[in-house]
């Protein structure tokens, strides 16, 4: 579903730029709807997959994952609405309702560290909540919602991605080479908390911060050495999409947290981290082998072509401002619809070995 979010909303949005829609939605509602349509639908499926990794018990399932994802749909169809009380009631619910079914899995005292997601899933709350009560008309704070929640996406990036890309090559390949300093990944969070801070706070500090929690990142992803996966498509992925993590922090060190930037950390980052994961864990929870095919491949490199147009592009040629988002927009909608074709009847067929509890 959260695949099928992309081309439709992303769709949708290239009509609205070109000026074939009926309805007049903003840059706002594109923003929103790519964190809590797309964004969340993938985020809440990543983490109903790692809970039954984190506690060997089977995930949420049958009707009540049907629920959830009714829940999701109804938020989506919800912005189409001309009630935005009750839009604002359908899509803030999705949350408050997934947590509701996550928390039976992190009681338990041997979740401890990942009882983080409360307060990373919390904040995800208060950022829709900021963005409906703009569009309720009551106060402006909608952009702070949706950095907010674009900043939330690139906190559990870290912290997802640094569990994730060090143990795939460590469990990939043989003797692998990976270089971890305790006070490095203590430093990376702290100086990344502290840009976030900054940039509410104290923006005129943010450029130095970004900058050293750029080069903090960047040591980082030296010592998980990712040069060792070249020859794994479905393992350089990953490292790739964390890569532009750091090219957005120290772009933005110098140029400052422009339209560009933050569609390097939702597009570069945040996207790719979820295009990779889904191949990844689509095959892996699916009993297939753990190996990049063509179509795979063609979708990494659209998703990447995506990047480069809608990001470097217009600034190189602004009179290609349009064609930019057109051809960005449909690498994009390629890239998720080839994982559908090429995904989807896995995912509807039963296992190969015949476990139903993956």
């Not at 990953?238 to 957005?248: C, D, Q, R, T």
Request: with cysteine; proline share 6%.
């Amino acid at each position: 579903m959260g695949s099928l979010a992309a081309i439709l909303l992303i769709g949708v949005w290239l009509l609205v730029l070109s000026g074939n829609f009926p309805l007049p939605l903003s840059p706002l509602w594109h923003a929103h709807e790519m964190l809590y349509g797309f964004g969340s639908a993938i985020l809440c499926g990543f983490l109903l997959t790692a809970i039954q990794n984190w506690t060997q018990q089977r995930s949420l399932h049958g009707q009540r994952l049907q629920l959830l994802a009714a829940v999701w749909l109804v938020g989506r169809i919800g912005a189409f609405l001309p009630w935005p009380l009750i839009t604002a009631l359908l899509d803030l619910s999705f949350f408050v309702v997934f947590l509701g079914f996550l928390h039976p899995y992190l009681k338990s005292s041997q979740q401890k560290r990942n009882r983080i997601f409360y307060g990373l899933l919390g904040l995800m709350i208060s950022a829709n909540l900021l963005y409906h009560l703009q569009m309720l008309g009551w106060m402006e704070s909608a952009r702070q919602g949706i950095y907010l929640a674009l900043h939330v996406y690139l906190v559990m990036c870290m912290l997802i991605g640094g569990r994730i890309i060090p143990a795939f090559i460590r469990g990939a390949i043989p003797n692998a080479r990976i270089n971890s300093w305790p006070w490095l990944e203590k430093t990376v969070f702290v100086l990344s908390a502290l840009w976030l801070i900054s940039e509410t706070l104290t923006p005129q500090w943010a450029a130095p911060v970004a900058l050293l929690a750029g080069l903090a990142h960047l040591i980082r992803w030296v010592g998980w050495c990712p040069w060792q996966t070249y020859s794994r498509p479905i393992l350089w992925v990953l490292p790739l999409g964390y890569a532009w993590l750091i090219v957005g922090l120290l772009l933005r060190s110098g140029l400052g947290y422009t339209s560009q930037i933050a569609h390097i950390f939702t597009v570069g980052v945040i996207s790719g981290l979820m295009h990779a994961m889904l191949t990844r864990v689509s095959l892996g929870h699916t009993g297939r082998t753990i190996q990049t095919s063509p179509l795979t491949l063609i979708g990494y490199l659209l998703l990447q072509t995506a990047i480069v147009l809608r990001v470097f592009l217009p600034q190189a040629a602004p009179n290609l401002y349009l064609t930019a988002m057109v051809l960005a927009g449909i690498s994009w909608m390629l890239a998720f619809g080839l994982y559908l074709v090429e995904y989807l009847p896995l995912l509807l067929k039963p296992r190969p070995d015949g476990r139903t509890d993956s």
